[in-house]
């Protein structure tokens, strides 16, 4: 770690602790050339992988993104920013779960199609309607079906 002061690459740690939040380490530091302290943080990096768009082109993933698309598909909507945030959080767990370097874009649609379904219906048809570039009423009637038919992942009452 280069001194921030001197830019000397020789500096020693002089205390390490969990930070508040317990997302990384707080470390103390002190240069052996200036004899100045400052404090570092060290965080886990997570790298994402890259998307392959469906003309072979490849993007890194975006977050902001994937949050104007949710965003996009409830403006309006009674959906609390809470449940937007976790279903965020979800997709890009369900990603770096894969373990993959890449991913088809696809496969991203169809994990915000099946996120916003748990939220909110109307939102869920917005999404669909571009996503799966809808070119008549039939479209539309036919994800409304398949909107009524409760998801394998949503139990029904009583059961």
Not at 101 to 126: K, N, P, Q, T, W
Request: charged share 35%.
């Amino acid at each position: 770690m280069r001194c921030p002061f001197c830019q000397s690459g020789e500096t020693q740690v002089i205390d390490s602790r969990d930070s508040d939040d317990g997302e990384s380490i707080r470390r103390r530091r002190k240069c052996v050339a200036c004899n100045k302290r400052f404090t570092t943080y060290e965080t886990v990096e997570l790298r994402m992988p890259q998307l392959v768009k469906q003309d072979g082109s490849r993007a890194e993933f975006d977050l902001a993104k994937l949050r104007t698309g949710f965003m996009r598909a409830l403006h309006k909507r009674p959906v609390p920013t809470q449940l937007v945030d976790e279903a965020v959080a979800t997709i890009t767990q369900d990603v770096l779960a894969l373990g993959v370097r890449e991913i088809d874009s696809r496969r991203i649609g169809e994990m915000v199609m099946r996120e916003l379904h748990r939220l909110d219906e109307v939102a869920y048809i917005r999404f669909a309607s571009v996503y799966r570039s809808f070119q008549g009423v039939d479209d539309f009637r036919d994800v409304i079906k398949e909107v009524q038919t409760p998801p394998p992942w949503r139990k029904r009452e009583g059961e």
